[in-house]
């Protein structure tokens, strides 16, 4: 359902200005706190917490040198009876 302004009242009109002002007020202050924020962001809690415990100063063990695809592949096809 499309609204043109032209369908707003004046009480409408006017909280979408107060709405717009808020914003334009706030904006500057929220990015100022993000910025904040990310300067003291401890990159290796950051990564613990998204992908799970784990040295992350230690580099990955690499069991084989592929993604897994090839093998995930092979065992669709035994799945599926062509090997």
Do not use: N
Not at 13 to 37: D, F, K, M, Y
Not at 66 to 83: I, M, N
């Amino acid at each position: 359902m499309k609204t043109h302004l032209t369908d707003w009242s004046s009480e409408q009109i006017e909280l979408g200005r107060r709405w717009v002002q808020a914003w334009r007020t706030a904006g500057p202050e929220l990015e100022r706190v993000r910025r904040e924020e990310l300067r003291r962001l401890d990159g290796v809690r950051a990564i613990s917490l998204l992908c799970g415990p784990a040295d992350y100063r230690v580099p990955p063990r690499v069991a084989r040198p592929t993604s897994g695809l090839v093998e995930q592949q092979r065992w669709f096809k035994k799945a599926a009876g062509y090997e």
